[in-house]
């Protein structure tokens, strides 16, 4: 049973380009969700998807950043335009939802813009 | 405002000794408070979990103290090993959205042999 899988571990942008991370949840699991860590720091929640749906997106930076989990497929986070600031990693976890379910991370993808 | 506040950012401890990590929190309807292990390069894992409820939870090295009152948890590890060198995140969450996770900010620990 594979676990929560990340692409790409490592991606480097130049500024103003697109980045796209892709989450593919464990299996049975229907909730995602996104979280940012810059470097010596926690983890910042930053948005919670079930398929086809945002829950929560408190955590979204209001531009740029955008997140989907369409019916087929991995979970998308979009961040276009990069900045330097942008750089961090990113992590994806997965649960099966309920109120008494745990949620997996994957590695992570680190997204590093010059 | 931060709502977990973890203590110390780092810890030396020599093999076979107590590592405490201390964390508290501030929002009182958090029902839900896991430790997780993180090693460079990698993702969080899950290490032990607890719910307000119950005072002590322990797995194998590894124990979680709970303080409903103070608002505070703890994660002691008993003979610690140089292999327990990693960094340590606690969390909190909200009943019914165990996914949307509170992260503390991490004790980096290291176990000297």
């Known amino acids: 049973n594979a676990g929560v899988m990340q692409n790409p571990r490592h991606l480097v942008r130049r500024r103003g380009q697109e980045a796209r991370l892709r989450c593919s949840p464990m299996k049975g699991h229907s909730h995602v969700y996104w979280y940012r860590q810059l470097p010596e720091e926690g983890l910042k929640f930053m948005v919670y998807l079930q398929k086809e749906n945002i829950i929560d997106e408190s955590g979204m930076p209001k531009e740029r950043f955008s997140a989907e989990f369409p019916k087929e497929g991995p979970s998308i986070l979009r961040i276009q335009q990069v900045v330097r600031g942008d750089s961090a990693a990113y992590f994806c976890a997965s649960s099966s939802g309920g109120s008494d379910t745990e949620a997996f991370f994957g590695q992570g993808t680190r997204l590093t813009v010059v | 405002q931060q709502q977990v506040k973890q203590s110390p950012q780092s810890l030396i401890v020599q093999k076979g000794g107590i590592s405490i990590i201390n964390c508290a929190y501030e929002n009182t309807a958090f029902d839900y408070f896991p430790w997780y292990q993180q090693f460079p390069g990698k993702g969080p894992a899950l290490l032990i979990a607890i719910r307000p409820d119950v005072s002590e939870k322990k797995e194998g090295r590894f124990t979680i103290s709970f303080n409903k009152s103070a608002k505070q948890f703890s994660l002691h590890i008993m003979d610690s090993q140089p292999g327990d060198s990693a960094t340590y995140f606690c969390?909190?969450?909200?009943?019914?959205?165990?996914?949307?996770?509170?992260f503390g900010k991490g004790t980096k620990l290291s176990v000297k042999p």
């Open positions: 969390a909190a969450s909200m009943r019914g959205s165990q996914g949307n996770l509170i």
